[in-house]
């Protein structure tokens, strides 16, 4: 028998992701929702359209994405 129920890791993964977006919308106002779920696990990708819409440094975005990675446990 399947149940809808999600198990506590999965929980805790898409709680995670939602806490890493919401620091990566503070740090970066001009991504959207769209934007990081459209890169959701990309993390190259991601950096390459923060730096397109910033134009910061490609590795000064590296950190700081790593930096909030540790702060709020998610996997990038």
């Known amino acids: ?8 890791t ?3 993964a898409e709680g995670n992701w939602k806490q890493f977006k919401g ?12 934007d990081l779920d459209r890169y959701e696990g990309r993390k ?7 730096q397109e819409a910033t134009g ?4 000064a975005v590296r950190e700081r994405i790593d ?6 446990r998610y996997r990038v």
Not at 56 to 59: D, I, K, L
């Open 56 to 59: 910061e440094a490609r590795e």
């Open 1 to 8: 028998m399947k149940t809808d129920a999600k198990s506590p």
């Open 44 to 50: 190259d990708q991601l950096v390459g359209r923060i």
């Open 67 to 72: 930096k909030i990675a540790r702060e709020t």
């Open 10 to 12: 999965r929980q805790q």
């Open 23 to 34: 620091k990566v919308k503070e740090a970066w106002g001009v991504l959207t929702d769209d």
